[in-house]
């Protein structure tokens, strides 16, 4: 296929026209249009054509109410009969482009935006109406969205943050601003874009053409105003009337640079400080005043002359660029009372550009005032060593620690040991003068250094000013050694001799250590005591080298003959006086092996004779062997016990009353006597005791009246009854004991038919027994022989 179009007039493509062949022949340039009436059409050139194609481009954004035409299809097959049939197909067919398909009309239905699509392929066709065949090949052609200017410039990278020194010179640029338009940029002035300032002049100009922002003024100056905001215009249609425009800001900074000298705010200061400020404390911060900032505004001072060298020093605060004073040496109000300074400042990062600027440094004088306080005292020396000899009478002097007011007020002092640092209270210390004496005697073998605190404290009597304390540690006093413990053996020696050992045979070497310490050190001399010197048995030999040896005179040693034998050694130091000691070895006699190894030692164990081992071990085995069976016949015994309630034929009442006391011995007789019980009518007198045996004889005979009649009542009743008129009559008697006593009470009753068995009632009634003799039987039986020897015993009873 070719394409051709012919343009009339160019400003207007939209009113061109072309010709479309479908069969590859030229196209036909027609002098009328294919809408007026029908006719002879004057041709160029007489060809066969095919397909008439009137219009390629559609305006974007119509805003008409019908829709919009497009073009018109057209086949020569078609002769206006109606037998033809156009189909469009391709982008945007049915659904924007629709064709009329008896006329092969085309029309745009929807609004078209050609910054969304520039361009649509559609495919157009015609067939028979009846058997939808072609009648002719499927062209393909194109539909163009012509643009109009409905877009806006935009700034994409916008708002804009921009910075600039201060003091640039005119005309630097500062940044470059960029719109763009989506309109189409190759048909005519809708994409063409202008750039201008708005707000921001006259410090700032922008290029219309390139949008680069420039400086308007030369030497701006950040410290009169660091921050400018600017607006910037785009507008398309190179800026003429009815151009589209958009706008941006721009935040332009100065930055700063190191124009401005850094001068101090006042040429003089003053401070005051206490004379107790701590050394590396800081004195004072002085600041000279940088409009710069940043590491333009950093600062180095330093002290450039002063009446104190070497008592202060100045470093710079990195953080704010303050001068910190710092005190390097103590100050002492008595010895200066004041100091003066020479303060600079200097700018570390000078800019060689703005050099005629100034001198970027400055000075300042600075006084320091030192203000009094009281002081504690002052030891004339920190540090004190003392020595002191051991043998020291309690009292002794043994130094002086002197210390003074350092203050205008020079008070007197007062020194006082510090206990805890002396708990034994060995020294004392005059509280004037300040001399330290032993107060105890003094042992170096168990303290040879003493460490001490002493308090000076100034003595203040008409102030109301603090006192103060000063410490100083004597750190050292030490106790002078002398020759007062004797040597002794430097261990407990276990001597072993063999009974095979050879005369001069070394058995034992000995040493000996002291607790005192010589200045020459140590030498002992050894030699056996005099009560053995002579013996015969052993000999011993100092060696010359603080040690001796012990050897046998003798040999054929025997166990059984003397098995220990104990040898006092004498030794005696070196000291002056020399001290000596008496030390026993003892000397164990052993059987040894052919080694010289003990194999026992000590005196010989004799064993019987005609028995072997065996034996000994069976009649030893026998012996255990009964003490087994003997404890356990012992233990079966003991655990055997009495059945708790009697067979039922012995029906026997007895009530056992327990208390944890105990009873009155054996004069603890009449606790209770069982005939009252039987005799209940009886009455006891309550003023006599009843844990006690008494003087007089026990019963009474009182009225019937002042009693119930106890045998008138049934046994149950006569218990109660009695039971609680004894419990009332301990309750009231005063002479009763405060504690408890064993009360027995054992009655049959009387309504048994079988009659009583016991020997209770004996006394009650006739007996053909004789119990006098109960009297020839000693103070034991002397109750017995009162109640059962008494021959008008019933009458007592009655």
Same mark, same amino acid.
């Given at each position: 296929?070719?394409?051709?179009?012919?343009?009339?007039?160019?400003?207007?493509?939209?009113?061109?026209?072309?010709?479309?062949?479908?069969?590859?022949?030229?196209?036909?340039?027609?002098?009328?249009?294919?809408h007026?009436?029908?006719?002879?059409?004057?041709?160029?050139?007489?060809?066969?054509?095919?397909?008439?194609?009137?219009?390629? =481009?559609?305006?974007?954004?119509?805003?008409?109410?019908?829709?919009?035409?497009?073009? !018109?299809?057209?086949?020569?097959?078609?002769?206006?009969?109606?037998?033809?049939?156009?189909?469009?197909?391709?982008?945007?067919?049915?659904?924007?482009?629709?064709?009329?398909?008896?006329?092969?009309?085309i029309?745009?239905? !929807?609004?078209?935006?050609?910054?969304?699509?520039?361009?649509?392929?559609?495919?157009?066709?015609?067939?028979?109406?009846?058997?939808?065949?072609?009648?002719?090949?499927?062209?393909?052609?194109?539909?163009?969205?012509?643009?109009?200017?409905?877009?806006?410039?935009?700034f994409?990278?916008?708002?804009?943050?921009?910075?600039?020194?201060?003091?640039?010179?005119?005309?630097?640029?500062?940044?470059?601003?960029?719109?763009?338009?989506?309109?189409?940029?190759?048909?005519?002035?809708?994409?063409?874009?202008?750039?201008?300032?708005?707000?921001?002049?006259?410090?700032?100009?922008?290029?219309?053409?390139?949008? @680069?922002?420039?400086?308007?003024?030369?030497?701006?100056?950040?410290?009169?105003?660091?921050?400018?905001?600017?607006? @910037?215009?785009?507008?398309?249609?190179?800026?003429?009337?009815?151009?589209?425009?958009?706008?941006?800001?721009?935040?332009v900074?100065?930055?700063?640079?190191?124009?401005?000298?850094?001068?101090?705010?006042?040429?003089?200061?003053q401070?005051?400080?206490?004379?107790?400020?701590?050394?590396?404390?800081?004195?004072?911060?002085?600041?000279?005043?940088?409009a710069?900032?940043?590491?333009?505004?950093?600062?180095?001072?330093?002290?450039?002359?002063?009446?104190?060298?070497?008592?202060?020093?100045?470093?710079?605060?990195?953080?704010?660029q303050?001068?910190?004073? @710092?005190?390097?040496?103590?100050?002492?109000?008595?010895?200066?009372?004041?100091?003066?300074?020479?303060?600079?400042?200097?700018?570390?990062?000078?800019?060689?550009?703005?050099?005629?600027?100034?001198?970027?440094?400055?000075?300042?004088?600075?006084?320091?005032?030192?203000?009094?306080?009281?002081?504690?005292?002052?030891?004339?020396?920190?540090?004190?060593?003392?020595?002191?000899?051991?043998?020291?009478?309690?009292?002794?002097?043994?130094?002086?620690?002197?210390?003074?007011?350092?203050?205008?007020?020079?008070?007197?002092?007062?020194?006082?040991?510090?206990?805890?640092?002396?708990?034994?209270?060995?020294?004392?210390?005059? +509280?004037?003068?300040?001399?330290?004496?032993?107060?105890?005697?003094?042992?170096?073998?168990?303290?040879?250094?003493?460490?001490?605190?002493?308090?000076? @404290?100034?003595?203040?009597?008409?102030?109301?000013?603090?006192?103060?304390?000063?410490?100083?540690?004597?750190?050292?006093?030490?106790?002078?050694?002398?020759?007062?413990?004797?040597?002794?053996?430097?261990?407990?020696?276990e001597?072993?001799?063999?009974?095979?050992?050879?005369?001069?045979?070394?058995?034992?070497?000995?040493?000996?250590?002291?607790?005192?310490?010589?200045?020459?050190?140590?030498?002992?001399y050894?030699?056996?005591?005099?009560?053995? +010197?002579?013996?015969?048995?052993?000999?011993?030999?100092?060696?010359?080298?603080?040690?001796?040896?012990?050897?046998?005179?003798?040999?054929?040693?025997?166990?059984?003959?003397?098995?220990?034998y104990?040898?006092?050694?004498?030794?005696?130091?070196?000291?002056?006086? +020399?001290?000596?000691?008496?030390n026993?070895?003892?000397?164990?006699?052993?059987?040894?092996?052919?080694?010289?190894?003990?194999?026992?030692c000590?005196?010989?164990?004799?064993?019987?004779?005609?028995?072997?081992?065996? +034996?000994?071990?069976?009649?030893?085995?026998?012996?255990l062997?009964?003490?087994?069976?003997?404890?356990?016949?012992?233990?079966?015994?003991?655990?055997?016990?009495?059945?708790?309630?009697?067979?039922?034929?012995?029906?026997?009442?007895?009530?056992?009353?327990?208390?944890?006391?105990?009873?009155?011995?054996?004069?603890?007789?009449?606790? =209770?006597?069982?005939?009252?019980?039987?005799?209940?009518?009886?009455?006891?007198?309550p003023?006599?005791?009843?844990?006690?045996?008494?003087?007089?004889?026990?019963?009474?005979?009182?009225?019937?009246?002042?009693?119930?009649?106890?045998?008138?009542?049934?046994?149950?009743?006569?218990?109660?009854?009695?039971?609680?008129?004894?419990?009332?009559?301990?309750?009231?008697?005063?002479?009763?004991?405060?504690?408890?006593?064993?009360?027995?009470?054992?009655?049959?009753?009387?309504?048994?038919?079988?009659?009583?068995?016991?020997?209770?009632?004996?006394?009650?009634t006739?007996s053909?027994?004789?119990?006098?003799?109960?009297?020839?039987?000693?103070?034991?039986?002397?109750?017995?022989?009162?109640?059962?020897?008494?021959?008008?015993?019933?009458s007592? =009873?009655?």
């Open positions: 296929l070719r394409f051709i179009f012919n343009l009339g007039d160019e400003s207007l493509p939209h009113r061109s026209c072309g010709l479309l062949v479908l069969s590859g022949e030229p196209c036909h340039r027609y002098s009328k249009s294919p007026s009436d029908p006719g002879p059409w004057e041709v160029l050139h007489r060809h066969k054509r095919s397909w008439v194609w009137n219009q390629f =481009f559609v305006l974007e954004e119509y805003t008409g109410n019908e829709p919009l035409y497009v073009g !018109k299809l057209h086949s020569d097959v078609d002769k206006g009969d109606g037998k033809v049939k156009y189909v469009l197909s391709g982008e945007g067919a049915t659904s924007i482009f629709t064709i009329d398909e008896n006329t092969g009309d029309h745009a239905t !929807k609004r078209l935006d050609r910054e969304a699509q520039a361009y649509y392929t559609l495919q157009a066709q015609a067939v028979d109406r009846l058997t939808n065949l072609p009648v002719e090949p499927k062209s393909e052609f194109v539909v163009k969205v012509q643009d109009i200017n409905d877009n806006e410039p935009k994409l990278d916008g708002p804009y943050l921009a910075g600039v020194p201060e003091m640039s010179p005119l005309g630097t640029m500062v940044v470059q601003v960029a719109a763009t338009d989506a309109d189409d940029p190759t048909y005519g002035n809708s994409a063409r874009v202008v750039y201008s300032i708005i707000h921001g002049q006259p410090y700032f100009s922008v290029e219309p053409k390139t949008g @680069i922002i420039r400086t308007a003024l030369p030497n701006m100056d950040r410290e009169t105003r660091d921050q400018y905001v600017l607006v @910037i215009q785009a507008k398309d249609m190179v800026g003429q009337m009815g151009g589209l425009s958009g706008t941006t800001s721009v935040t900074t100065l930055t700063d640079v190191n124009d401005n000298p850094p001068p101090f705010l006042q040429g003089n200061y401070y005051t400080v206490l004379e107790s400020l701590p050394v590396q404390s800081v004195v004072a911060r002085i600041k000279a005043a940088d710069d900032i940043g590491s333009n505004a950093e600062m180095d001072y330093r002290i450039m002359d002063g009446d104190g060298p070497g008592m202060f020093n100045i470093t710079t605060d990195e953080d704010t303050e001068g910190v004073i @710092i005190l390097l040496k103590p100050l002492d109000f008595e010895t200066k009372g004041s100091f003066s300074l020479r303060i600079e400042a200097t700018n570390r990062n000078i800019d060689s550009n703005f050099l005629s600027a100034g001198p970027f440094s400055d000075t300042a004088s600075v006084k320091v005032t030192v203000e009094d306080v009281n002081e504690p005292p002052v030891f004339s020396t920190p540090l004190s060593k003392m020595v002191v000899s051991e043998d020291a009478k309690v009292g002794t002097s043994i130094g002086r620690v002197s210390a003074h007011d350092p203050d205008t007020s020079n008070s007197a002092i007062r020194y006082s040991i510090d206990r805890n640092t002396d708990l034994e209270r060995f020294f004392n210390v005059d +509280a004037l003068s300040g001399v330290i004496s032993t107060a105890k005697p003094l042992d170096r073998e168990a303290n040879s250094v003493h460490n001490l605190t002493i308090f000076a @404290i100034e003595s203040r009597k008409y102030t109301v000013a603090p006192t103060q304390t000063c410490l100083s540690r004597i750190t050292l006093i030490t106790v002078l050694d002398i020759n007062d413990n004797a040597p002794v053996f430097a261990i407990d020696y001597t072993l001799l063999c009974e095979n050992a050879m005369p001069g045979q070394v058995i034992q070497t000995i040493s000996a250590v002291d607790k005192d310490e010589p200045p020459s050190g140590h030498r002992f050894f030699a056996l005591a005099a009560p053995v +010197a002579g013996n015969l048995n052993f000999t011993l030999r100092d060696n010359k080298d603080n040690t001796a040896s012990i050897l046998t005179k003798r040999g054929g040693f025997r166990r059984r003959e003397q098995p220990v104990r040898l006092p050694v004498l030794i005696v130091d070196s000291g002056s006086p +020399a001290l000596s000691s008496t026993t070895l003892s000397v164990r006699v052993c059987d040894c092996d052919s080694d010289g190894v003990a194999l026992s000590g005196a010989v164990a004799y064993t019987a004779t005609g028995l072997s081992t065996g +034996a000994l071990l069976a009649i030893l085995g026998c012996i062997t009964l003490l087994v069976m003997v404890l356990l016949i012992v233990t079966m015994r003991r655990r055997k016990k009495e059945p708790l309630i009697l067979e039922e034929e012995r029906d026997i009442r007895e009530n056992i009353v327990r208390y944890d006391d105990e009873g009155g011995g054996e004069e603890d007789t009449e606790a =209770f006597d069982m005939v009252t019980l039987r005799n209940l009518n009886v009455i006891r007198d003023k006599v005791r009843r844990d006690v045996t008494p003087d007089t004889p026990t019963f009474f005979h009182y009225p019937s009246a002042s009693r119930p009649a106890y045998k008138s009542l049934p046994d149950n009743v006569v218990f109660r009854e009695f039971i609680w008129d004894r419990l009332k009559d301990a309750d009231v008697d005063p002479s009763a004991p405060p504690y408890d006593s064993l009360q027995t009470y054992a009655f049959e009753g009387s309504g048994s038919v079988a009659e009583s068995l016991s020997s209770l009632e004996s006394l009650s006739d053909e027994q004789n119990y006098d003799y109960l009297s020839n039987w000693g103070p034991r039986f002397k109750k017995l022989a009162d109640l059962y020897g008494n021959s008008d015993g019933t007592v =009873f009655s």
